[in-house]
Structure formats: C-alpha cells, structure tokens
C-alpha cells in the first residue's frame, strides 16, 4: 500500500506546472552563455522539448511564452503544433527590457511616447494571447535606476499605476494580468516593484483580474518567502508562481536544489491556504539551466515540485494542530519534519507505473536518445537564447 | 549669508522628533546590559533627562512613554511634570511582550483568553493616552515562531486582525494606531508582521485611523527603504518613523551613524512626497544607548536628523527634475551628491545661535554638569531598563 | 538489511557530540527570558540533565563548562558527579563578556590590566582544565565596537595577538586552544575575530596546539559553510564545531532546524575531508532553547545530526566522482540528493534498538517521567541561565 | 588657507588610480547590453579614452589591459601609444571563464589538458607584462559550480594551488600575482576563492610576490570590509584594490555612489595601516558604465577616491586616540564623522587649479567636445564589450 492516500493521489494527479519556453534555449550570466549541442533554433524546436517533459512525467501540460522571443507568424499554428505535441500554450510573458528605447524605463518611463511604446507591445501580448487562448499576462518589470538621484521613484510609481490600467483595460473577461516583483537585477538601486507589497498595491488598485506572481528567487536574504504566500492567498492576490532555487541573488537554479526545505515549507502554505490545484494559482517554472542539459533540467524540476508537494500533502494536520495548541514546539516541528524527512520517491514512481509512466523519468528520458538526436538533427541556424 | 535659504530654514524650525524614554535607561543585548552613572530610576527622572535634549536642541519636543515600563500612578502628574520641563508626553508604546503567557504570542495566541489579555492591555494603553493627551498607540508585535510548524501562520495573521479591530475600535476620534513591521527579533522564523505589506495590508483592513510605523532598523539586508517610504507616503498609510541605524540586525544605533546616505535618501523622500513637518508623519527615534552616554546620544540623534534633513532640502529640485527628464544619470546623481556633500553644519550653529541655543549643542551639554550631576545625586534605587 | 553499511554503522557508533551545560539553562533575547519548570539551579542538575540526553542517544558523552556559570568549589567533584552520570566533562568556554570591565573589549581592550585580567580568567581556566581533564579551551571573543571610530582596530588585532600568545604559553601539552570567529553581535559595527580567516590568521600564528571553532551560525547570509569546512580540514586548522541552525542572525537554533540540506552538506565535506571521528576535530553544539523543553530540545539535536551524518555517508562516492568527472552535472546533483532524500531514521530505530536503546528516543525521554519528576523536584533557587 | 595641510596635499599629490580599460566599452546585465556613441572599437581607442581622465585629473597614470580583450600585434606600440597619451600600461588582467573548455572550471578543471590551457594562458599573459613592463598580474578566478554535488571542493582547491604554483614560478623578480576573490558569480553554488581567507591561504602558499586583491564588491551583504582591509594590510598581503560600489550583489557601480561612508572608512584603514601610496597596495577600479556615460563616469570615480582620500587624511589621529583610550565612544565617533562631513571638494578644486587644472573636471570634459567627437568620429566597426 502506497505512503500516499487515495485522496494525496488525486491532488498530485491534478498538479500542472507550466514549462517557461526559455528555459530550453540557452542562458548564462553577463560573463557568458555557453550553448549546448541541440539547443532549439526556433519556438517550434522550443515546445517540441517541452512536450518531452510532459510525456515522461505527465506534470507538465503548458508551456509559457515569451514576447518577442516567441513571435511566429501564425501563433494560430503554434497552437496546433504544441496540441500535436500534446501540450497546449499558457502564460504570455511580456518584454521591455531589451530595447534600446527602454533604457531608462519603459511603462514608467519619464517620456510618454516610450510609455506608449511599452503599452502597445503589451496590448500586442494581449493580441497573442488572444491568438493562443492563453489567460495569463506576465509582466515582469525590469525597470529601475542605479544610481541614487537618476530617477523620481515617485513619479515612476504614478506613471507605473497608469501605464498598468491601461493594458488592464484591454484584459479579455476571462484573462488576467500577473504583475511580478523583484528585489533587484537588472537594476542596482531601485525596482520600481521590488517587493510584494508594492505588487500587491498595484493590482489591487487594478481590479479583480490582476494578481500577485511570486519569482521564489526574487526575495531579500532571509526572507520567510512562505510566509508571503500566506499572506497573498489570504488576501485573495497569488496569481502564480515562477519557481526557481537560489544561493544568493536571482540564481535561477532549479527549483527546489537550493534549500529543498524551503520549497517544501512553500508547498505546504499553498496547500494550508487552498492554493493546490486551485485555478487561480498557477504553478509556474522560470530557471536557467546554464550549465547542465535543458529537458532532463526540467524533468528534475517538475519532479521536484511533486515530489515536495506530496510531502507536504503527507503533514498530519491534526496532529500538527493539537501539537500548536498545546505549545508543545518540539511536537509541532516534529510532525513537520516527520514529513519532509519521509521518502516519497518509491510511491511516486509506482503511481506513475500505474499510469503507464516509466517510473524514473530521468533514466527513461536519458536511454530515450532524443537528447542525441536533436544534437545531431538540429545543425546550423542560430540557437535561441535570451535574444531571440 | 546662510546656505539655507529662508524657506529651508522655516521648515527646518517646524521639525520635532519625538524621544523614546526607554533610551535614557539601561539596554544592551542578551548577552550582557552595561549600566551608566545617573540613569533614571523612574518615568520622572526620564523626562528630566529627555527635557535636556530639547533644552539644548529645540528639536525633541516630546517623549514617547512604554507601558508598563513607564507606569506612574497620576498621567495626570506625569504630565504637568513633562510640562514643566518644557516637553511634552507623545506616542504610547504597548509591550505585550514581557510577560509569561505571551511566550507563544499575544494578539494572535491561539487561546482567546490570552488574546484577551493582550487586547486589554492595549485598551489600558488607549486610556492612559486619553490621560496623557496622547494621540498614536504604537503596537511592535514581538510576535512569531521559532521552529517552522510551530505555528499555523495563517490563523495567527487572521486572529491578529480580529484582534487589531477590537483595538482600533476603541480609539477617540483623534487617536491613531500606528503599526511596526519587523524582519525578525525575538522570533527567528517567522514574525507575524514581518514587512512592510503585511502591516499595510492590516491597517488597511482597520481604516483610516491605522498607519504604518516604519522602523528603519526592521528590514531585510539591502532593502532600499526610502523606496518604501515613497510608497507608504504614495500610499496615505505613512504614519510614524521608528529612526536608528544599523550594520547587521536590529542593531538600534544612533540614526545616521551606520549609513548616513541612507538617511539622507530617506529624508529626500520624505520631502518629494510630503512628509516633512506634515502631522500625519511622526518623526521618532528607537534606539539603545549600550556602550555610549544616553543624553548626548540622543542629543546627537535628533541632531544627526536635522543636518541629514538640511542637506536633502539643498537638492535642487529642478535641476534634478531636468537631469532627470533627459536620461543624463551622471549629472542627477551629481545633484543629488552636492547637497549630500555639501556641509550644513556651520548654518545650522549659525542659526541655533540666532534662536538663542548654543551652536554646539553636544559641547554645551557636556559643560552643562548636568550629567555629573545626575551621576552623584542618583545614588540607590534600580535603573531603569527594559524591565521595568 | 539496513540501508546502512556495517562500514557506515561503525562510523556512526563512534560519532560523540559535546553538549553544552548552558543549553540547559535559561536562556532568551534581550526582550525577555522565558523560564520552564525542571530548570537546573547548579552545574550538578545541568549535568544530570546532559546525562538524560546520552543515556537515550549513546550519542552525547561529553560536557562543556562555562566559566564562571559553571564554577563550583571541587571540579574533581563535578568530575566524579559526571562520571557517575555516565557523561565526562569536556571543553572548557571561558567568558570575558558580562564584566563591567570589559564594556570596551578584554583580551583587546587598550588598558594593559584589563587585558591582564582577562588572559588571567584565560588562565585560571587553564587550571579548571588541568582539574577536570578537558582538552580543549574555547575562547569566543565578543569584542568589538558598535561606532565607526570608536575603537582602533588594527591596535586590538595586535593586541588580540599578544593576549592570546600569553594563554597558548600556558597550555598543557595535550591541550589545545580553538578560537571561535563571529561575523557580529553582542557588537554592532565591527568585530575583532569576525571571520574564520581571521581566527586562522591568529591561530596560525600561536602554533599548531591552536586551532579554529566554526560556529554553524556564525557567518553572513549566503555564506557556503561547507566550503569553509573543507578550506580548515585543508588546512589542517578545524579544531571544532559549534553546531546549531538559524535563519537570520546568530538565531543559535536546534541544529539541522532551519536549513537540514545545509547541514547534509557540510557533514558530506567533514567526511570528504577526514573530519568525521577525527579526533582533532570536535562536534559540539551550542544552541538556546528559548521556547522549547530543554532536554528534548537536545535529544532531538542529536539525533539530526546522527541522522544527517548516516545520509552523508550513504553518497555514493565512486559515483559522484565519476559523474563529476564526467561534467554531468544532473548526474552528480542526483548521486549526492538521493542520499538526503533516503530516509535513514528506520534503520538507526532499527540499530539503537540492537545496542539496547529505544528506538525513538524523544518519545522514551517523553514516557520517562523525568521532565516531571524535575519539574516537581527542582523548587526554589534561582534558575540557571546566562548570568550564573 | 586651504583645509587640507601641506603633508595632506603631498599625499594626494602622489595619488594615482588605475583605470581598467573595459570600463570605457560596453557592459550591461544578462539581460541586455545598452551601447552608447562613441564608445571605442579597440585599444586602442580605449587608452585613449583613459589618457582623458588622467588629463582632467591628474589621477589616473595607468591603464589596465584584460586579455584577450585588449590582444593586439604589437605591445610595444600599445605601449608607446600610451605613452604617446600620457599614460602608461598597468596590470594584466586575464580571462579565463569565456572558453567553451572552462565551462566547467579552468586552473580547477578535473581535466589536466584544460588547466595546462588555463596556465598557459597566465603565461601568456606574462609574456605580455614582460612587453608591456607591468608589474601585476591579477587573477579572478571565475570557477565554481552551481549545484551542490557537482563539483568536488577539495579537489579543486587542491588542483589550484598546483596551478597557481606553475603561474607563479614563471613570474619575473619584479613581478607579482595578485589573486582576487569573489562571493559569487558566475556559479551560483560555489566559488574557489570566494573569501580573503581562501585567497590569503593560496597566495600565503605561493611566496612572497603573491598578494590578495579586494574588490569591494565581493563580499556577502553586512561584511565590514575596512576590517578586511585592516587585517590583510596587517598580514602584509594586501596586493590591490578593486574599488566600485554595490547595492545588492556584484553591482559594479561607481565607487563611493552606494555608501560613501564606507568608502571613507575603507581609505581610513588603508591610511592607518600604511597602505595609501604605498606601492604595494595598487589602487584599480573595476566598474561597469551599464547605463551612464564611460568618460565621465570614470572621472566621478577618481574623484571619488581622491576626494575621501582627502576626507580621510583630515581625521585628527590624536583626537581619535585620545577619545578612544578614553573609551568615550561619542567623542571617538564624533573625531571620526567630523572628517567625512567636511567639505573637501573646494580646496581640492583650488588646488587642482594650482596645478593648472580645471577646477571642475566633469564640467571640463563635458565642454571640450571630445565625448561629441568620438561619437561622431567612431562610427562603424563593431564597439568594444566583455566580448571583444
């Protein structure tokens, strides 16, 4: 009989996590990118790779998209093609951080035809997402100063405000905007949405259909980033998550290699406050694998988030909660860990043998040769990578 | 001829930075609390101490009382007392957490007897400021877990609000409630309000009469906290200014001493968004004297806050609005520096001289004998500390 | 068959972690001090206590002494109390932080007689070790400064230097000096051994009886411990450990409790580089049980770091050399998470129980009655904590 | 009369701060790279680009090459270019984290034909010094590994000081190595040298002309870097400075533009401890312009340095000892700040003039019309970046 009840089993049966497309072409720091032999060349190669990872873990249904990154000229096409491969397309992922024009800002730039420039690429999201029948918009803002006095923080943070409603009012009934935070990066002094209060204030003042995104990897040192995600569903505001793992700063590592104790702590705050499976909360990824292989980096990835969330699926509430209201410290933190320390992997892989899965996916991708085969098919063109 | 243009000058003349009596007792850390000659044995002999900052400053016109620490039998008496000494009694800081049954949380505990208590305490706190014509009721919450699982986070964060609305709902028309956000300390895992978007999103929740208190000792390592400045003042919900400085943690030094640019960013936002010598903004400090002289401590404090305030009026606003416009970050920066740069001590001698104060506030007290004074005659009794 | 090799389980069977008398006592923050019943007046109870913890464990035979919390007329007595109790005594901690005198350093302090005084409490400590057979003398140095300015600090690193060569001189020759860095705290600006560079810095510069004392909780955020772990078995300079976990600050929680993967990886390099039941280098912990039981609180320690000692030493070495020779990064993140993600605690039930032990030793300390037989017993007297 | 002495001017007068080329190309972040007009396509340009700072401001004699960035066919005409220019070549940097071979490490790779390449290339770099008569050759050593398990610590630690050995036996009499450390970046799990202790092992192992290099922006948030510079100076093993400034993580700011006190106290220990003009301290920028003009930002720099320089040298040594064997921290602390809030900049800009100088060299620069020319005459070609 498996660790995992018939009820867990159903809860992870449902589990999602969207593939970001990036996270198969290559990526690096400012220092270098090194590439890797069959990296895709082109957004079809892209969500080929992806479907890969859902074929051997069946976690994995959506893939997120990123503008301009992902143009194609029939996302009517694409569409079909990621159906083919089985995955269908989510997320559109908005960017004015790479034009020459948004130096100095871009929606809250002190200019208005620049303003206006980021506004229209938003609402041509807005038209992609239209094409694809995606329902989220993700803007992650990469804007900010770096030096104290370059810019008017408060100005910006109007300018922000107005720039947001008016890519909000083109918002579909039933899609969403998704405004993500960042403590710092690419900027040095000031983000213009650092933290999640200030996400929180922007969309509330938005309306119903703007939430909260929360990057794992977008926080200060120390903070309890589980903590913020009690809050955000409390408050109605988790859109989504973008999951990644971090040492210092924004790492983008794979989620859950970093402190694997945090993810699990997260997870069992998603499942505390109703966030598991729940539509309005969407389980996202967004990493670099810069030196190690893309789909099988994904597969470990998605399988972390699994692997996590059945553990903290496995926390004994009831006994938690009487070890809280005694104030009996040892017992509560014992039954915490109690589940964390609990070897999930043998249920899990016998649940998707169960399901006709291979029960290692890593090994079942690796003897599959795809990874050979892209190396030696995909010859000439210019792999992608975070700029094109 | 100043360097401070009359309208600077008019504006430095309004500012008050309200005094902590807790300062002018004994602190230190929870390895050792060293004590000084002549620290007060009572909330009297703290006024007299806390009347000499104003007396050499004319900056530190009222004190801020801890209950219990402070408590007397007549407010009433403390009152005139203060009075007589030329200040007068400011923001009441309540402290629930001192005693025994709040070692597992006061205003979220998970037994309602003990929220109780708690709640009453801060009723008692509301009449002593109908005693003492106080208008803020100061609430840090020292409370959290130590273990993950300790704690169900979410029902504590939803017991808090009950219990900040049956507080809120007993303040006079004029009375406020501010609230302190605070990383971590004394809990080491979590903190029930840990950042500045939780403390926002409760007061929200309360009403107009609820305000943030920021401290500026209370963050994460890095965060830029004059862009949470702009925010709460963009925001409305800017109450209260906790000012030290710190290296590490909640070190509690003297404001300015750690990173004086800091304070100066700060006091420019202040200024950009409204905040100066705007009565819905108190200026206050927290800090712990441990190894230096408390009286000129806070001497050099409320000091340290005006010449930082002097300097942030300097920035030549449109000169910095016209870099700002056209991109040019060096020359923004470059006005931002001159007035950081530029030394503002001589106009302010100058010009406490003008109001009849000694130039060198910090030289006149010391020539004073007030403190040799305080040292023989305060012989016998207990000093004062956290404790009492 | 165990999932333990018997290699392994001999490796485990050695393993002795040192506890610290004071985790017996009361300790707190700089708020409040929370005491529980059943706590120890006397080293005599705090050592009875520390016995409880080896006698379920088998893991705990030693005791380290605070001088002068644990000063008594006849250390021989305390020697036989404690060998009656199953326990020895071990390292010796000397205290040059709750004197008046040494409000502005000891060892480095400018005045040449309170340097005096406090390489004599060095010494005088010496002589306790002579008395009770300790090995090693640990000194953690909390000097240092809160204000830019306040102290020169290139004049106390020399100082430092003399003070300490003054102590080595008067060590046995089978004892041993450690010196324990900290990156802050009780200090606020700077501190005078902050950095395990330093401590080798000096040690090195002692002789080879001198060795450095990494405390698990005494870094900057972000810090890799365990790289610094493999730099000092390198260098030939571990002298031992402080173990214990935190979150922010120097937090001096249950070991293992905040981050367990950290706490895997720095015993994976204690056993890569020959630390692991080498002599030369000494587990201890040092941890304050602020909010819960005592004894357990210890017990449980332990016990984790029993427990992620047995799941470092399942990585399967050739393995992991392989793939890392290899470049495959997957395949070496793989090797070394599928032994922090086994769980080892059947087994060690399983082996506790052949060597007589219970298999769940917190819930064998819980049945005991010992907690309330203390509770009960140990009335009146004043509670052990920091200051006696 | 000028504030600063006689002796204070003779000391600045010798000052001298070594540019480092890369400065004047394109930089920027992982996610883009904004260029600007003007900016050199070669070396050429480079150097001369650096000759207009030294012009403004008599600071900056030497100019820094990186390699293979700045390979040309002939150093001995870069040489005389230089000279040609005013300026002279300084420290070779070399690069070793840009070849697809160093992906996963170079002087630590697992595989002896790659660290054989590394090394060759440092010798490659010396036959440079050797034609170009630098002095230094600074390492940063870009290895690490991003996931824990994935690369042995103590081999390569190893396997470096056995590179490092090979380089260092082929320096000249006059020649030296200096081993910069760094935090993090690029690997995200483990840095080889990440801490002046791991640097001030290795070079300690090496011998003499082998120093530790501290960039102030490598160090984890919090850490006191003045005591670092303290301590190295003290251990006689401070080779260089890499001075910028930094927010969050590895900014690359202008130095003195994120805290500017922290610059002061870093030149206050440099003077204290003999390290200002002294020729074994190299004073070097290491910057990146992401965002704001190259000249100009490199003179602020200078300016930077030379101006708390001079703040520093104001401190008044005796006072300072006085107050701080008085253990009178006020009065320490106010010796101390009274030198970092005088306002040097106008008798540095008499002196400037005294010497036949602009009094303002930002103002001068900007109206010589040379960053118009540039940008008008260096049109095609492909701008000089990390790349090139």
Redesign the interface.
């Known amino acids: 009989m498996s660790i995992l009840s018939t009820e867990n089993l159903a809860a992870l049966e449902q589990q999602g996590i969207e593939l970001p497309s990036w996270a198969f072409g290559n990526?690096?720091?400012?220092?270098?990118v090194?590439?890797t032999p069959g990296t895709p060349r082109d957004p079809w190669e892209k969500i080929a790779d992806a479907a890969q990872v859902n074929a051997y873990t069946a976690l994995a249904p959506t893939v997120a998209l990123h503008i301009p990154w992902d143009l194609v000229d029939s996302f009517d096409d694409l569409r079909k093609h990621a159906e083919d491969h089985g995955v269908t397309l989510g997320t559109i992922n908005s960017n004015t951080?790479?034009d020459?024009d948004y130096?100095?800002g871009a929606l809250t730039h002190?200019d208005a035809a620049i303003r206006q420039k980021a506004i229209d690429h938003h609402l041509a999201c807005i038209d992609v997402m239209d094409a694809t029948g995606s329902r989220d918009l993700k803007i992650w803002l990469?804007e900010g100063?770096?030096?104290?006095?370059?810019?008017?923080?408060?100005g910006r943070?109007?300018r922000l405000q107005e720039s947001l409603q008016k890519i909000y009012d083109r918002l579909g009934d039933d899609q969403r905007l998704v405004l993500e935070y960042k403590?710092?990066?690419?900027a040095?002094?000031?983000?213009d949405v650092?933290?999640?209060?200030?996400s929180?204030?922007q969309v509330s003042a938005l309306g119903d259909k703007a939430m909260v995104c929360l990057d794992t990897g977008h926080?200060?040192?120390?903070?309890?980033i589980?903590?913020?995600v009690?809050?955000l569903?409390?408050?109605g505001k988790l859109g989504s998550f973008d999951f990644n793992s971090?040492?210092?700063?924004d790492?983008d590592?794979?989620v859950g290699?970093?402190?694997?104790?945090?993810l699990f702590?997260i997870l069992f705050?998603v499942i505390?406050?109703g966030g598991l499976n729940n539509p309005d909360v969407a389980f996202m990824l967004d990493q670099c694998h810069?030196?190690?292989?893309k789909i099988?980096?994904q597969i470990?990835s998605v399988l972390n988030v699994q692997?996590m969330t059945a553990r903290a699926l496995l926390?004994d509430r009831d006994a938690?909660?009487a070890?809280?209201?005694s104030?009996d410290?040892?017992a509560?933190?014992?039954?915490?860990?109690d589940a964390?320390?609990?070897?999930v992997?043998p249920a899990l892989a016998e649940w998707r043998e169960s399901r006709g899965l291979a029960g290692d996916p890593?090994a079942a991708y690796a003897a599959s040769g795809y990874q050979q085969k892209i190396a030696t098919d995909r010859v000439g063109g210019v792999q992608a990578g975070?700029g094109a």
Chains 1, 2, 3, 4 share one sequence.
């Open positions: 990526s690096g720091t400012r220092f270098k090194f590439g951080f790479q020459d130096k100095f002190e990469a100063s770096n030096y104290p006095g370059q810019a008017d923080l408060r943070q109007d403590f710092f990066e690419p040095f002094y000031h983000t650092p933290d999640w209060g200030t929180y204030a926080h200060a040192p120390g903070t309890n589980e903590f913020i009690m809050q569903l409390r408050l971090r040492f210092y700063a790492d590592l794979i290699a970093a402190d694997p104790f945090q702590r705050e505390r406050g810069n030196v190690e292989d099988p980096g470990r692997e926390v938690l909660t070890a809280q209201k104030g410290v040892l509560a933190n014992a039954v915490f860990m964390f320390y609990t070897d992997r890593m975070w």
